[in-house]
């Protein structure tokens, strides 16, 4: 039989203050039960290996594994066909709610109510305090003996007494004294016995301490049993789940597929570590194609507040944010490092929950617009925009009339061609921006690689033989990669970047290459899964700034402390409560003949 919690502390503190009383010789009674008065009843939650109908043990299971980490050892403990109690001395709504949970994986439970226990009590027999108060050995007056003979004859009727009052009994002073030192012994040897076990309580729950996981569960329990603090959505004593929707199929499926390479690669190098507070970092994937309502269902999902994730990273897009944004924002979850650069994400002041590390496109059209111009002195009115009809695109173009509106160059006199998302079809931008009357010597592309590959070379067919340059979003590889299979050199191709080069010494970008190559040794570098990584990096820096017992509150208060975090990729990293951009530096790369990329030097 267990007590409940509130009743527990009670009848313990009780107990301590009659040891204690008692040491002291001011108490004399028994310890006895005590009942808090209007206690709640308390639950039990049991399994006994019961499932629901058409449920397979090794469906539930897997279901126990995957949904609530539970380890083999625990799942063959569930399984064992004894009663295991999963938790105890709850409320029955808590234990309804943990009963629902078993039910999603297939496993039926059972809820029992508890029953109170006998509190300690001392052994039989009466220890009689009629002495003055004795905790040690010390001098005792005379007028302290005859005061105590006085009181024993009083309760021993017959023993006979000197009616003088300047002489007592011998017999009476020497029953008196035997009397003061048996108590006194008595008193010694519990204090001697409760030190004893003190010490050894101390020395167990030490050595506890000290053992890293024992020290995890003492402090959860205290946590989330004690204080009754609620677990947070993708949390479990072993794991925390990071969501991620991005491209993994469609015309940006390679963008999503090394933006979750980087991010893997950092995640299980922690992972090997040890993890992050005793936890493991898994990130949780799903497909959205690079379409908005694909990305808003995945949110079902990802924020499922039984098997959702804690928090979401590396989303690839400007749609598809767009669409999951303020489903996100209602639910209070964190958005970190979505690899776009559209003004949506970087409100003034910032959303609470949104934070980047990348510069915004605005950075990097800023940054091509002045090489263009400072550098190799085109005239700001012959530069032209290519860009995809979709909130990307505008974001990029944004970013280019503002640049050119700097060089005196209106938004009207802007020469501007799209095409539509997740297609190729760029036919009837060539034939505008091919145009002899047009003039055009410089073209800045807001465009995937697929379409940017595609415009390239029916340009180049059109006889255009002026510049090409596109942001970091296109996907600098899969760009040279899409270039040569069609047949088409890339060379002088210019593209912003918002990490360092893949291949550079730096020492980041060397621990990312040791990481990329001993966790996925078949992926090749690239600028997108390095920029994967260093999103990993300073996420899980938060994480480990937030402790044990974090919460999205928390985590957010972690990120804004960031400042001037060196990853040592040329720029420190720095986060503040006006500020949720982590850098605005802007890397500058251009194809050369053999489709390598070479360093372009921009301005920061």
């Not at 509130?6 to 204690?20: A, G, H, L, M, P």
């Not at 809820?111 to 001098?139: H, N, W």
């Not at 085109?378 to 509106?405: C, K, M, W």
Request: net charge neutral; proline share 4%; glycine share 8%.
């Amino acid at each position: 039989m267990q007590l409940g919690r509130e009743q527990r502390y009670q009848d313990v503190n009780s107990f301590w203050t009659d040891i204690t009383e008692y040491a002291r010789g001011e108490k004399s009674k028994p310890i006895q039960k005590s009942t808090a008065a209007g206690e709640a009843t308390r639950y039990y939650f049991v399994y006994r290996g019961e499932l629901a109908q058409g449920v397979s043990q090794q469906q539930a299971s897997l279901n126990f594994h995957k949904n609530f980490g539970y380890s083999s050892k625990q799942i063959a403990k569930l399984f064992s066909g004894k009663p295991i109690v999963v938790r105890k001395n709850i409320s029955y709504e808590k234990a309804n709610a943990i009963a629902e949970k078993f039910k999603l994986q297939g496993a039926i439970g059972k809820i029992e109510e508890m029953q109170d226990a006998t509190r300690i009590v001392t052994r039989p027999g009466k220890i009689t305090s009629t002495l003055p108060s004795v905790s040690r050995l010390e001098a005792i007056s005379l007028a302290d003996i005859k005061a105590a003979a006085d009181k024993l004859e009083l309760e021993q009727p017959g023993f006979e007494r000197d009616e003088s009052p300047s002489k007592i009994n011998a017999q009476s002073i020497s029953n008196v004294s035997l009397s003061i030192a048996n108590k006194t012994s008595t008193q010694s040897n519990f204090a001697r016995n409760l030190v004893v076990t003190l010490a050894i309580v101390t020395i167990i729950s030490a050595s506890v301490w000290l053992y890293m996981p024992w020290r995890y569960q003492m402090l959860d329990f205290y946590h989330y049993s004690i204080l009754e603090n609620p677990i947070p959505r993708g949390v479990t004593s072993e794991r925390i789940d990071i969501g991620m929707s991005a491209a993994f199929s469609g015309s940006a499926r390679e963008i999503g597929h090394s933006m979750r390479t980087g991010i893997n690669a950092y995640f299980q190098y922690i992972n090997q570590q040890g993890g992050i507070h005793g936890r493991q970092i898994k990130l949780v994937e799903l497909d959205d194609g690079y379409e908005p309502q694909r990305a808003l269902a995945n949110m079902d999902s990802l924020l499922d507040p039984q098997l959702g994730a804690f928090a979401l990273l590396g989303n690839v897009g400007t749609p598809t944010a767009k669409a999951i944004l303020p489903v996100l924002l209602d639910n209070k979850t964190i958005v970190f490092g979505t690899f776009s650069g559209s003004s949506i994400l970087r409100n003034n002041p910032p959303d609470r929950y949104v934070f980047n590390y990348r510069a915004s496109y605005a950075d990097e059209t800023s940054a091509l617009i002045d090489y263009y111009t400072n550098e190799l002195e085109i005239p700001a009115s012959r530069i032209a925009i290519f860009f995809q009809n979709d909130s990307y695109g505008l974001a990029g173009v944004h970013g280019v009339e503002t640049a050119l509106h700097k060089k005196g160059i209106s938004h009207d006199s802007i020469v501007k061609a799209s095409y539509e998302r997740n297609t190729a079809q760029v036919s009837d931008a060539v034939e505008l921006l091919s145009a002899p009357e047009q003039s055009i010597d410089a073209i800045v592309m807001v465009s995937t690689y697929a379409a940017s590959a595609e415009f390239i070379k029916q340009m180049q067919l059109k006889g255009y033989q002026g510049k090409f340059a596109n942001v970091s979003f296109v996907g600098s590889t899969a760009l040279v990669e899409r270039l040569q299979e069609i047949g088409v050199s890339g060379n002088d191709v210019l593209i912003s970047q918002v990490v360092p080069p893949f291949n550079s010494y730096a020492t980041g970008v060397l621990k990312y290459r040791e990481h990329l190559n001993a966790y996925f040794p078949g992926e090749k570098p690239n600028f997108i899964s390095l920029e994967g990584y260093i999103v990993a990096q300073i996420f899980c820096e938060a994480l480990i700034r937030a402790g044990r017992h974090l919460d999205t509150e928390i985590v957010v208060e972690a990120l804004e402390s960031i400042k001037d975090f060196d990853l040592g990729i040329g720029s420190p990293v720095s986060f503040s409560l006006s500020n949720h951009q982590g850098s605005h530096r802007v890397w500058g790369t251009k194809i050369d003949t053999e489709g390598n990329f070479e360093l372009v030097e921009l301005r920061e």
